[in-house]
C-alpha cells in the first residue's frame, strides 16, 4: 500500500522497511551517544567546573532581584512585612495587588481559551491534518494548561516579571486488574473436540504505560540565563553562555535517579553523603514562600540538595554539542551528557512579561506600585484604630466633684454616683473615614497602573447611578484592546513553542497508537480517531490558535454585516473567482455556538454519506439507534427494514422508530422541494417582495428605530478596525 502524501501522520509502506531499518539503526546510534555518561573525561570535568564558577557568580549577581520578587510575593499573598511604617493594634493588609492580579489571570486566561474549545492550529501546505490536532488538543487537556499551567504562569509574569516554562516527558505505570469469563472443558484430549462446560469468572492483570508531555512553571529565581544581555535561550548558549535550572532533590529523587541512570553512580553517592540543606549564593526560596502562604508548614527535619541543571555547549570529539549537566556542588559534577532531545533544542522556554531594552528578564509590574500597597496598608491600620476608637464615647468628669470615678462602670442599668451637670459625653472623630477614601485612592491608581478596568472585576461598587449600555460597551472595547497587547505576546514566546515541544516530545517518545475524540455524533461522524506516532519528515507549522478565536466581540458583528454584503455582488464583478461562503460560515458557527452544537447547526454533507440497508439491519439488530441521512434512498431502505422486521422480530422497537425516521426523512425532503419551487420569486433581491424580516441583499442587520442592542454591544461608532473609522456626530441621520 502506497503512503498517502496528504497525511503528515501516515504510516509508512512495505516499500519503505528498508529505509525505516537504516532510521531506526540511526535513532538508535543517536540515542546511545545521548545517553552515554560523560563526566568521566577530565577535560570535560574541568571545563564543567569553570562553568560552575560563571553560575554561581550568576546566581550572586541577581540576588537583589531574586530578593525583591519575594518582597512582590508578599504583596500578593498579604503578608505584613517589615516595610510598613505604621505599627498599632490594627494588622489588616488590603488585597488590591491581589485582586488585581487575579483579575489579569482570569481575564487573560479566558482570552487565551475560548468558549469554541479550538485551541490549536496547524499551517500546512496539504490538507489540513484533523489527527495531529486532534492529539495536540489531548495534550492542552492532559497536561492542564487551562486550570494549572497558563494561570500560574500569568501570576508569575504579572508579579516576578518573567515567563519560565520546562518541557519534559513523563511516563506513568499503572497495574489494572479485569475480570474475564473463562469456560471449563468438559475433556482434556486433545483427540476429541473441544467442548465447553460452565463458565466462571477469573481475574487478569497487565501493566500499562502512559506518557505525556510534562510542563512545568518555574520560579524567576530559580532560573539564570548568562549573559545577561542575551535576546534568547538560544542566543545565550551560541554565545558561550549558558542556561541553569536550580533543582531541589530529596535523598529518593537522588536514589531514584542513580537507578535510572539518569546521573553517575558516584557522583551520586558523593552528593548523598554530602547531603545539607544549604541554599547556594543565599538564593531566595519561593516554594517555601508559596507553602507558608498556604498554611503549610516544612517540617525543620526535611532536607533537600539543591542541584544546578545547566544547559551549555561543551567540546564533544571536537564538536560543539549541546549538553546537560548537573552540579551537585563546586566539586562534585553528578552528570554530564549530551541534549537527550532530538530536537536539539533546550527545553527551557523563558520570556519577559514587560520587556527591557539590553535585559534578557523583564520587569515586574508590582515594582512600580509596592510603596502604594504599603501605603494603604498604613493608612488602612490607621483608620481601624480610629474606628475603635470612635465607637466607643468619651466620658469627661471632674475628680474634684467626683470622686467616686472608680463606680463609673460601663454597664446594663449601671448607677453613677455623680452630678449629670459634672459629667460629659465626648465622640471621638471619625477620621476612618477619610481613610477608606485614600484607600480608594491608592486602589484606583493600582488599577490603573496594572490596566484592571470595572469590567474585569467580578463585583463592583457603583456609586450614583448605574453605567448605561454605552459605558459598558467602552469599558468592553477597552478590556479587549487591553488584552490584545499581553496575550499575543505570550501566544509568540510561550503557547506557541509548548506546541511545537508537544510535537517534539510526541515523536520522539510515543511509539504506539493512541486513540483519541473527536467532534461529533456517534453515527453521523467519527468521534474516536488512531493517532500514529509523528512523522517528522514533513513540513509543518503549529500555532495557539485560541488567541485569536477569542477576539470574535468586534469580528462576529462585522461578519453578521459583511456576509450579507459580499453575497449581494454579482458573478460579474469577480470574473475568474468563485465565492465560497462555507469557510466563513463554519468558523463563525463554531465562534457562535461551540463545536459541539456548530457541527449540527451547520452540517458537512460530505460526511452524511449513506449507509447500505444490510448494514443498518445488523445495527438495527443488535440494538443500536442508528440516525437516517439525508442521502438515503428512503424507498429502498424501508423495503430492507421490512423484510428484517420479519425475520427478527423488534423485542425493543428500533427497527419501528427507524423506519418512521425513514417516512419523516421523505416528507421532509418532498416538502423542501416544493418550498424551493414555490420560493424562486421570493428570495430577497428577486422580483418577489421577498421575506419579511431578512434584510435586503447588500444590507446590513439593524435593529428598529429605537429599538435597543444587547447588552454589552459593541456600538459601530466604537467599532476600532483597520477599515473602520468612527462617523462624525450627526451623520446618517
Aim: glycine share 6%; proline share 5%; with cysteine.
Amino acid at each position: 500500500m502506497a503512503k498517502d502524501p496528504k497525511n503528515l501522520l501516515s504510516e509508512p509502506s512495505e516499500t519503505d522497511d528498508d529505509d525505516k531499518q537504516v532510521r531506526d539503526r540511526e535513532r538508535f546510534d543517536d540515542m546511545s551517544d545521548r545517553n552515554e555518561e560523560l563526566c568521566g573525561n577530565q577535560e570535560i570535568r574541568d571545563a564543567c567546573l569553570e562553568l560552575y564558577k560563571d553560575v554561581e557568580r550568576g546566581f550572586t549577581d541577581q540576588w537583589e532581584r531574586s530578593n525583591a520578587q519575594m518582597d512582590y510575593w508578599d504583596c500578593y499573598n498579604c503578608e505584613l512585612s517589615a516595610k510598613q511604617f505604621y505599627a498599632g493594634n490594627s494588622k489588616i493588609f488590603v488585597p488590591i495587588i491581589h485582586d488585581a492580579v487575579n483579575a489579569r489571570k482570569v481575564r487573560n486566561t479566558n482570552q487565551i481559551f475560548p468558549p469554541s474549545g479550538k485551541n490549536v492550529e496547524v499551517i500546512t501546505s496539504e490538507n489540513k491534518p484533523e489527527a495531529l490536532m486532534a492529539l495536540l488538543e489531548f495534550y492542552i487537556r492532559k497536561t492542564r494548561m487551562r486550570s494549572q499551567i497558563v494561570p500560574l504562569l500569568l501570576k508569575n509574569g504579572d508579579v516576578e516579571g518573567q515567563y519560565n516554562l520546562y518541557m519534559d516527558w513523563t511516563s506513568n505505570e499503572h497495574h489494572v486488574t479485569w475480570r474475564v469469563e473463562k469456560k471449563d472443558r468438559v475433556d482434556d484430549d486433545p483427540d476429541i473436540e473441544d467442548t465447553e462446560g460452565d463458565s466462571y469468572w477469573d481475574i487478569a492483570e497487565d501493566t500499562i504505560n502512559h506518557g505525556y508531555p510534562d510542563v512545568e512553571v518555574l520560579s524567576d529565581s530559580d532560573v539564570l540565563i548568562l549573559p545577561f544581555t542575551a535576546r534568547s535561550v538560544k542566543e545565550a548558549l551560541a554565545s558561550g553562555g549558558s542556561a541553569t535550572v536550580i533543582r531541589r532533590w530529596s535523598k529518593a529523587k537522588i536514589r531514584q535517579l542513580i537507578r535510572d541512570e539518569e546521573i553517575d553512580r558516584d557522583g551520586g553517592e558523593a552528593l548523598l553523603a554530602t547531603f545539607s540543606k544549604r541554599d547556594a549564593a543565599g538564593t531566595p526560596s519561593k516554594e517555601e514562600k508559596i507553602i507558608d502562604s498556604a498554611g503549610v508548614k516544612i517540617n525543620g527535619n526535611k532536607l533537600f540538595c539543591l542541584v544546578y541543571e545547566t544547559w551549555a555547549k561543551l567540546n564533544i570529539k571536537g564538536e560543539r554539542r549541546i549538553c546537560r549537566i548537573r552540579f551537585g556542588s563546586p566539586e562534585i559534577v553528578v552528570s554530564v551528557k549530551r541534549n537527550p532531545f532530538w530536537c536539539d533544542e533546550v527545553p527551557l522556554i523563558s520570556s519577559a512579561q514587560d520587556a527591557v531594552q539590553g535585559s534578557f528578564k523583564g520587569r515586574s509590574l508590582i515594582k512600580s506600585i509596592e510603596t502604594m500597597q504599603y501605603y494603604a496598608n498604613d493608612v488602612i491600620n490607621e483608620a481601624a484604630d480610629s474606628s475603635a476608637y470612635a465607637l466607643m464615647p468619651i466620658t469627661m468628669t471632674d475628680p474634684a466633684k467626683n470622686p467616686r470615678t472608680g463606680s463609673m462602670i460601663l454597664s446594663v442599668a449601671a448607677i453613677w454616683e455623680t452630678n449629670p451637670n459634672d459629667t460629659k459625653f465626648a465622640q471621638f472623630p471619625s477620621m476612618w473615614k477619610d481613610g477608606f477614601e485614600i484607600v480608594s485612592a491608592c486602589k484606583a491608581q493600582i488599577f490603573q497602573t496594572l490596566g484592571v478596568n470595572p469590567a474585569m472585576l467580578p463585583q463592583q461598587q457603583v456609586k450614583g447611578k448605574s453605567p448605561n449600555q454605552a459605558q459598558v460597551a467602552q469599558e468592553q472595547q477597552v478590556d479587549l484592546l487591553t488584552v490584545a497587547d499581553i496575550v499575543t505576546g505570550l501566544e509568540m514566546d510561550q503557547l506557541t513553542p509548548i506546541l511545537r515541544w508537544f510535537v517534539y516530545l510526541d515523536h520522539q517518545f510515543r511509539d504506539k497508537k493512541l486513540t483519541l475524540r473527536q467532534f461529533g455524533m456517534v453515527g453521523k461522524d467519527f468521534n474516536m480517531v488512531d493517532i500514529l506516532p509523528v512523522q517528522m519528515d514533513r513540513r509543518f507549522e503549529v500555532k495557539w490558535f485560541g488567541v485569536e478565536a477569542a477576539r470574535s466581540a468586534q469580528q462576529m458583528q462585522l461578519q453578521m454585516a459583511g456576509i450579507n454584503v459580499i453575497r449581494g455582488i454579482p458573478p460579474q464583478q469577480y470574473k475568474g473567482f468563485e465565492l465560497n461562503l462555507a469557510p466563513v460560515l463554519q468558523t463563525f458557527m463554531e465562534n457562535l455556538f461551540g463545536p459541539r452544537i456548530a457541527a449540527e447547526v451547520f452540517q458537512d454533507m460530505r460526511k452524511r454519506l449513506s449507509l447500505d440497508a444490510e448494514f443498518e439491519n445488523q445495527l438495527l439488530e443488535g440494538g443500536f439507534q442508528v440516525p437516517v441521512q439525508i442521502l438515503d434512498n428512503d424507498q429502498e431502505h424501508l423495503q430492507a427494514h421490512i423484510e428484517a422486521f420479519k425475520e427478527y422480530g423488534d423485542p425493543i422497537g428500533v427497527f419501528r422508530e427507524h423506519m418512521l425516521m425513514h417516512q419523516m426523512n421523505m416528507q421532509a425532503k418532498t416538502q423542501a422541494m416544493g418550498q424551493q419551487m414555490a420560493g424562486q420569486q421570493g428570495l430577497p433581491g428577486g422580483s418577489g417582495p421577498g421575506v419579511a424580516g431578512t434584510p435586503r441583499l447588500g444590507a446590513k442587520v439593524g435593529a428598529p428605530r429605537g429599538g435597543q442592542g444587547p447588552p454589552g454591544m459593541i456600538h459601530q461608532d466604537q467599532l476600532r478596525g483597520a477599515n473602520v473609522m468612527p462617523r462624525p456626530r450627526g451623520a446618517f441621520r
